[in-house]
Every structure is written in C-alpha cells, then in structure tokens.
C-alpha cells in the first residue's frame, strides 16, 4: 500500500495569513496513464469530507481560489493563501493511483 | 446537484450484520464508482472499497476481505454496503462517495457495535 505522510499534524494560524500543508507518498503517485492522482480534503468538524483539490492542482467547483495545489511524484503541497475562520477544520491528502487509495494522517488547522 | 443521501444511523451487536445505503441524485448513475469509506471516532479516514456502478465490479480493501458486499441498485441509483462479523473496532461513520475521485460525499452513517 501507498503510505501518505502529512506535516504538520496541527497547524495554529492567525486569521488572514497563510497555511500550508505537505504531504509526502512512499511512492510516486503517476498513475499508468500519465495522471497523478493526488487530492485534499477539507473536513470541518461534524461535516463529511468535501474535496477542495484533485489531481494535484485542480480546483474543485466552488472552492474558493485561496486554496492551491502544488508538486510532483511523491511530493505535494496544499496552500491557503489567506486563512479565513470557515477554513478551520482537519485536511487530508489522499492518492487514488493506486488501490488502495490511501489517506494521510489529517492535519488540524485552528485559529490562533 | 450532485446529492448522496445515506441511510440513518444503527447500533448492532457483535457479530451481527449491518447494511448501509446511499441513494444518488443529480447525475447519471452509471457515470461513476461508488466508493467507501470509514471513520472511527477522533481518527482519521480509512478507504473500504468501490463498486462500479456500470457493471457491478468491486474492489475491497485486503482488511475486510470476506466481510463486506458491495452492490448497487440502478433502478433506484442507490449503491449498498453490507459489513458482515461485526466487532467493536467496526464502530465508526461511515460514507460513500462518487465521482472520478471521491468528488462527491455523502453525510455520513454512524453505526456502533455494542453489546
């Protein structure tokens, strides 16, 4: 299996600066057909997880553009560009290149 | 809009069975998998498998091999999961998701197994 590893595990911030996020698989995530199938997930507490990013960098539909995807092969990167009090909540990384698609542990972010 | 509505939530003893739906509304049924995927309290998300909904073909995660059925109803665009064996470890909540990679979730079934 395809272990993610994300870091940090909690990431305290204050309203309006930025966040960012790593995650790091034990392989690289291109899939046989040249696609990298790499997501985040937001999930705000007492909610079920809501896509924000698919392969790597793409935005999902109605995802505000403060939040971005970035890397390659076995690292990637989400950022806020401005944290705002609705983005708290815990975020993970998950690869579905392989099966079994695989989660990363979740990082909280909370306001300071 | 792409909607998911899951079944309400149950409590069950060990060694019983539950099954767990997931209706689907706003898009073609056939178009994507269904995938599933649990929660355990204050953990993190473990994937459990998909079914195609084209075609009925499954992929189970190797953990629950042998305790877990995958089906899907396309008359009513409503996928199953069915966890068989149940132990106290299976608590969790439970959610499906459809799109090309999860893009869409359901609210989520919270079963408990207690005696």
């Known amino acids: 299996d395809i272990a993610m590893t994300q870091t940090p595990l909690s990431s305290p911030v204050t309203l309006g600066q930025p966040a960012s996020i790593s995650c790091r698989s034990s392989?690289?995530?291109?899939?046989?057909?040249?696609?990298?199938?790499l997501s985040w997930l937001q999930q705000r507490p007492g909610q079920p997880p809501r896509l924000l990013i698919y392969k790597i960098s793409n935005r999902f539909s109605g995802v505000p553009d403060r939040f971005s995807g970035s890397g390659a092969g076995t690292d990637f990167t989400l950022k806020i560009s401005r944290v705002e009090a609705e983005d708290v909540g815990v975020y993970y990384c998950m690869q579905a290149t392989q099966s079994p698609w695989t989660f990363g542990q979740g990082t909280k972010v909370e306001i300071k | 809009q792409i909607q998911l509505v899951q079944s309400g939530a149950e409590v069950k003893k060990p060694g019983a069975s539950v099954k767990v739906s997931c209706k689907a509304s706003?898009?073609?049924?056939?178009?994507?998998?269904i995938s599933w995927v649990r929660q355990a309290p204050g953990q993190g998300l473990e994937w459990m498998g998909w079914?195609?909904?084209?075609?009925?073909?499954?992929n189970f995660a190797q953990n629950l091999q042998g305790r877990v059925t995958m089906t899907t109803d396309t008359s009513t665009s409503t996928a199953y999961m069915e966890l068989t064996s149940l132990r106290s470890d299976d608590t969790a909540v439970y959610y499906c998701?459809?799109?090309?990679?999860?893009?869409?979730w359901g609210q989520g079934t919270l079963i408990t197994v207690s005696s």
């Open positions: 079914i195609s909904a084209y075609n009925g073909d499954t």
């Open positions: 998701a459809t799109g090309a990679t999860a893009d869409y």
């Open positions: 392989q690289s995530l291109v899939h046989s057909d040249g696609n990298t199938y």
């Open positions: 706003g898009y073609t049924f056939t178009s994507y998998d």
